[in-house]
Structure formats: structure tokens, C-alpha cells
């Protein structure tokens, strides 16, 4: 299929690695120009694609949880050129239990993980609407439809994230603009094995056991891979899903329970 999008401009954020790195990818052997922002201004995978697609593939530097230098750095970015499709994503928080979680801690993951990128999405969207086209695609995580025992902030920010993305997809809809979230489930990233590693240490198992427990647990038997998650986020930020909007989709095997 030709997702008819060769030739936009896209910014993913959390691109370094993991499924930032393979959305960017994705993006960019759909013909997208992606500029690929993260603290480490790297992005995986993109030096085995073949040469004219890598040269899509532009990582700049950009740290979601510093609100200043990210406004500086999408206000640059809009001087050279519009951005057709956003994708919101950011390092995910600690593990850990939610009842002891301090305000100070919630309001520093609710900045990085919500408010700078709701931040980002104000400055992009008028462009956007000028243009009467837009895709703006955020990660968020399958614990907002099933809270995942011991990621309290990650279940809770993100339940936030799912109310303002629903909310905005209602007030731009008529403009040509979807506004869509993606439910990662187990995806394996370099997140996800630190994550079983933590709970090897927590639970006092070897790691391969917490991982083999983990992907019993899920329908399809396995993690997904980074690859599969991206080509989902590719098709919401296609001019194919120019009918999609408002809804949160699910990538995790059928690990969610309820329907
Ligand atoms: N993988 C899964 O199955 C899964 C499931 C549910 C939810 N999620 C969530 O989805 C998101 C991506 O997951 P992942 O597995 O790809 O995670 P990951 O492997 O940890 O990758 C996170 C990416 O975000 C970037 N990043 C972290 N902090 C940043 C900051 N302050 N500013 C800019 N970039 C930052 C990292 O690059 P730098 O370090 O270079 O900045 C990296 O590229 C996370 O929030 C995670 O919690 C993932």
C-alpha cells in the first residue's frame, strides 16, 4: 500500500532508540524527511537503510524534559519548514509502587512525559492548521487500559495523556488533523529488557525466567518487535488513516484482556 506521504516532514520525538528509532525508520522508507530528536541525537538502525532513504533520517538534539530548550528547539524547526506529522514520545519513568510516589516526582514525570509534550503539539499545530493537514501520533503505553503492576507513574501520567489527545482530536478534526494514541504492549526495546531486569532483581528469578513468564502471558506467545509497532504509527501518520481520529490503538498481541 502507498501510505501517500512521500515528501512530508515529520518529528519524532524519543528517536534515538527503541520505538522512536524504528518509527523513524518506518517514516522515512515511506519518503517522509524525519527529523529525529533525543539528548543523544542518534538514531538506531538508520545507518543500515539504504543510502537515499538514511538521508531522510535527520537526528537533532532535544531534551523533552527541559521545556525552554524544547520550545527553542521546535521554534527552529519551524523556521526551516513545516511538520506534517508529530510523534510524541519520551523515555518512560522508574519502576516502582505508586503509594509512595511525592509530588515533586509526579510533576517532574508529568512535565516529561505529558505537559512539554502537549507543549510541543500548541507550537506545531497551528502550521497544521494553515495547511489543513496534520498527524499527531503519541506513545503511551497498554497500562492505560490495563494498569501494569509496579509502573504507578507510567499507568497514571499516561491515563492523562489518552483524556488531552481525545480531547484535541475533537477541536481539530474539521482542520484535516488526526490526533491518534498507540497502546504499546510488550514491544522489545532495550526499555523492555531493562524493565524484566528489574524484576528479575525485585523477584529474585533470572531475567530469561521473568521474560519467559512475560511472554506466556501474552495471546500471541512473544514480544512484539520494534519494527511491527512502527509500521502501525506509519499507517496513523499516512494519508491512508486520513479517517481515523481520536482513537487509542492497541499493539500488544492481545495482552490486553478486555475488549
Ligand atoms: N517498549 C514497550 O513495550 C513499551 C510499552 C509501554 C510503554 N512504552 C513507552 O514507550 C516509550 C518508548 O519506549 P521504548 O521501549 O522505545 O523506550 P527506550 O528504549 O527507553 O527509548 C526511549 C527513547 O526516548 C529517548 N529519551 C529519553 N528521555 C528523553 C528526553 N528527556 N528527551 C528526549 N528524548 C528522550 C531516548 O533517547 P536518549 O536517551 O538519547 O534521549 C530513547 O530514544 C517509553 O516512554 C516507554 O515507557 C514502551
Not at 60 to 78: G, Q, Y
Not at 108 to 125: D, G, K, S, V
Not at 128 to 140: D, P
Not at 162 to 189: C, F, M, Q, Y
Amino acid at each position: 500500500m502507498d501510505l501517500g506521504i512521500a515528501g512530508r516532514r515529520a518529528l519524532v520525538l524519543g528517536a534515538s532508540r527503541g520505538l522512536g528509532a524504528a518509527v523513524t525508520n518506518a517514516l522515512a522508507q515511506e519518503g517522509v524527511t524525519v527529523l529525529a530528536g533525543s539528548r543523544s541525537a542518534r538514531s538506531d538502525g538508520a545507518s543500515s537503510l539504504p543510502e537515499e532513504v538514511r538521508a531522510l533520517v535527520r537526528p537533532i538534539a532535544v531534551d523533552v524534559s527541559n521545556r525552554a530548550a524544547l520550545t527553542a528547539t521546535i521554534a527552529a524547526i519551524l523556521g526551516q519548514g513545516p511538520i506534517d506529522i508529530l510523534v510524541n514520545n519520551s523515555g518512560g519513568p522508574p519502576p516502582g509502587p505508586v503509594r509512595a510516589v511525592e509530588a515533586q516526582v509526579w510533576e517532574q514525570h508529568f512535565a516529561a512525559m505529558a505537559a512539554n509534550l502537549f507543549e510541543a503539539t500548541r507550537l506545531i499545530l497551528p502550521g497544521m492548521i494553515e495547511r489543513r493537514w496534520g498527524r499527531i501520533i503519541t506513545i503511551a503505553s497498554s497500562g492505560v487500559e490495563q494498569p501494569i503492576p509496579n509502573l504507578g507513574i507510567s499507568n497514571a501520567v499516561r491515563a492523562a495523556i489518552v483524556g488531552w489527545s481525545k480531547t484535541l482530536s475533537n477541536e481539530v478534526a474539521s482542520d484535516g488533523i488526526t490526533v491518534n494514541v498507540v497502546l504499546p504492549g510488550r514491544i522489545h526495546t532495550q526499555r523492555v529488557d531493562e524493565l524484566d531486569a528489574a524484576a528479575a532483581a525485585r523477584s529474585k528469578q533470572t531475567m530469561q525466567a521473568v521474560a519467559t513468564a512475560s511472554r506466556a502471558s501474552i495471546p500471541a506467545g512473544r514480544y512484539g518487535t520494534a519494527e511491527e509497532f512502527a509500521s502501525v504509527v506509519a499507517f496513523l501518520g499516512s494519508e491512508r488513516a486520513s479517517y481515523v481520529t481520536g482513537s487509542r490503538v492497541r499493539v500488544d498481541g492481545g495482552a490486553i484482556r478486555s475488549i
